[in-house]
């Protein structure tokens, strides 16, 4: 198994071996990325493959300063949102102006409460618009600035479909930590 | 909180800090096709191109198959004259003919199917030492080869120009081979108004390479392709192909697209049509040679602005049509002409209030003086309801009587130059609805 460096010294070379070696070794990773950003499998295997060309082809202008992975994973994204703009009038748009309550109550939860599948489960069933936002936001860590750039959005739109996503979100956490208890309680 | 609680945010970044997903086998051999693919399209120096040594290697190959199999050039170009058939060569059946339709066969057979220049040159040259020299016999005036088929333009039949080509002998004149190729095209229609779409019909026959260009950019490598001509104008559509027998035929024709006219017109919208009440009507049109206006009244009008009385108030369609020379035409109605106005407010965005003192906001209609803010409508109100602030918000002014506007004073002094903001609502009699807003500016003139 080859280590980095020598991934990425192979791939500037366009060598085949080593461009393997990078699939086998990130693409599940990637995938993940990907996954989140369209919520279907199909479609996070185009953007899988898009970004992945993108990464061999673009290998030279990796510096070197900073992580390989969220090189990769930044390439990831924004080809996620590529293809978020190319596709977006084949997705079904749900108009969700009428969630508008805000229950403060439970806005905290525990990681060990929830597994990664249902997180995705959960981010999977948001808008196409809503789930962009969101995982640019609170998981990349994107400003709603730099989101409305990307998105070609308004910086208030931004604004307002992460906390529409948001609430969403969280009534969704609420109800799986009730099922959750009420399973627990049971077992007692 | 012991627990071990976070936002949903840290909730979500955590969790996803490491999400994998595993892919689908075989998505690395899609991968990889795709790298091949972008790989081959991009040319780089820095590393060995193996496509590209293959694509050099095999055009190379191509060329050099095509230069070796061709026949001489300087042959052909020297040889091309014409020759009216029946004084160039005549053809006898001779002994030397029978020999050469042996001959060809022989080619046939060993080249099956195919009529290449290279059989033409074993039949030219199998029997006897005969230059295999190449005749073009014309029917009529079409001259193949750099001779553009530039006759008859006209538009009823492009004529069926023919071309024979035929290798023969200067000797006996035998044809051991005849490929007719022929040039020929219709155009429908050959001319109309624009954007004028039109279906050419290829005759052609041992045509390769089949190119038209429409004369206007437009271009096509279909055989018998539909172009639509945007713009006016006259536009020359040029067929070119290469014959099967390795000469590049064209042939022209003139396609006329003329200028479809724009019908627009309006009239005086405020006025009613009653007895003796003229009413304009304003004849925008483009391109238009002639105009028929429809009054809705059964009467007509060839003029290109009429001056219209009506008999009485109604509900009048006015139509106009317009046409040029070459029968292109476009024409414009305006149904319920002058009767379903569209209820609606309007509210100035300026007026110069009364400095000597409060007015008390009543209005007159007709008084042009501006001293009151007040919206106009046309329509009957059941509700209505005007507020006006001022930049900090405070209201200064309230109505809910559409014939009591704002004089421009609170609290009986008058408010300075300024801009203000307005809020208008109410209801029409028809049901309909309005909230608008607004700003209006006070202005202080004597």
């Not at chain 2, 780089?44 to 191509?62: P, R, S």
């Not at chain 2, 304003?282 to 040679?289: A, E, F, L, M, P």
């Not at chain 2, 004073?409 to 130059?417: A, G, I």
Request: hydrophobic share 35%; net charge negative; with cysteine.
């Amino acid at each position: 198994m080859l280590d980095e460096k020598e991934i990425i010294e192979g791939c500037c070379r366009h060598d085949r071996k080593a461009q393997k070696a990078l699939y086998e070794k990130y693409a599940s990773i990637l995938l993940g990325i990907c996954i989140r950003y369209s919520g279907r499998r199909d479609e996070a295997e185009d953007i899988l493959q898009d970004g992945l060309i993108k990464v061999y082809f673009k290998i030279k202008d990796f510096t070197g300063k900073g992580s390989f992975t969220n090189w990769m994973k930044k390439i990831m994204v924004n080809t996620a949102i590529t293809h978020y703009h190319k596709n977006l009038k084949h997705h079904y748009h749900q108009d969700i102006d009428d969630v508008r309550e805000m229950d403060i109550e439970g806005s905290l939860f525990d990681t060990a409460d929830f597994t990664r599948e249902e997180l995705f489960g959960i981010i999977k069933e948001l808008p196409q618009g809503y789930r962009m936002v969101f995982n640019l936001y609170a998981v990349e860590g994107y400003k709603h600035k730099e989101i409305a750039t990307l998105l070609k959005i308004d910086v208030n739109t931004s604004k307002s479909q992460y906390s529409r996503a948001r609430s969403m979100i969280r009534k969704k956490l609420n109800s799986l930590k009730k099922i959750a208890e009420k399973v627990d309680g049971q077992e007692r | 909180m012991d627990r071990n609680d976070r936002n949903i945010e840290d909730l979500f970044r955590t969790l996803f800090d490491q999400f994998a997903v595993n892919p689908t086998p075989g998505l690395w051999n899609k991968i990889q096709a795709k790298i091949s693919w972008k790989q081959f399209l991009s040319f780089g120096l820095n590393f060995f191109n193996v496509y590209y040594l293959a694509l050099i290697v095999a055009l190379a190959g191509a060329g050099t198959y095509l230069m070796l199999n061709r026949p001489i050039p300087q042959g052909i170009t020297e040889n091309i004259e014409i020759i009216p058939s029946s004084q160039a060569i005549q053809p006898e059946p001779t002994h030397d003919q029978v020999i050469s339709r042996q001959g060809q066969i022989a080619a046939v057979e060993k080249a099956p199917g195919s009529i290449e220049p290279a059989s033409v040159k074993n039949v030219g040259t199998k029997p006897a030492s005969r230059a295999a020299s190449r005749t073009y016999v014309s029917d009529d005036k079409t001259l193949p080869k750099k001779i553009l088929a530039n006759q008859e333009q006209g538009p009823e039949t492009t004529g069926t120009p023919e071309a024979k080509v035929a290798s023969s002998e200067t000797a006996s004149g035998a044809e051991p081979e005849t490929i007719r190729v022929r040039i020929d095209f219709k155009a429908n229609p050959q001319s109309g108004c624009s954007p004028l779409a039109v279906n050419f019909q290829n005759f052609s026959e041992n045509a390769t390479g089949t190119s038209w260009n429409f004369g206007d950019g437009g271009n096509s490598d279909e055989t018998n392709p539909s172009y639509v001509f945007d713009e006016p104008g006259e536009f020359l559509v040029t067929l070119k192909f290469i014959g099967e027998d390795g000469v590049e035929y064209s042939r022209q024709q003139t396609i006329q697209v003329y200028q479809t006219p724009k019908a627009l017109f309006e009239f005086d919208e405020d006025l009613k049509p009653a007895k003796n009440q003229p009413i304009n009507f304003y004849n925008y049109s483009r391109g238009g040679d002639y105009y028929e206006w429809d009054f809705g009244d059964k009467q007509r009008s060839g003029s290109q602005e009429p001056i219209h009385f009506y008999k009485e108030t109604g509900n009048y369609h006015v139509k106009l049509k317009v046409w040029t020379d070459h029968q292109c035409y476009d024409s414009m109605v305006v149904f319920n002409a002058f009767t379903t106005q569209e209820q609606n407010i309007k509210v100035p965005n300026a007026f110069t209030p009364n400095l000597n003192g409060p007015t008390g906001g009543y209005y007159d209609v007709n008084d042009y003086k501006n001293t009151v803010f007040h919206p106009v409508t046309n329509g009957e109100l059941v509700e209505f309801q005007l507020k006006v602030f001022n930049r900090k918000g405070v209201l200064l002014f309230e109505s809910n009587d559409i014939s009591i506007g704002w004089d421009g004073y609170y609290s009986e002094q008058l408010v300075k130059q300024d801009v203000y903001i307005w809020k208008v609502r109410g209801k029409f009699i028809n049901g309909k609805t309005f909230v608008e807003s607004g700003d209006v500016t006070l202005i202080k003139q004597n």
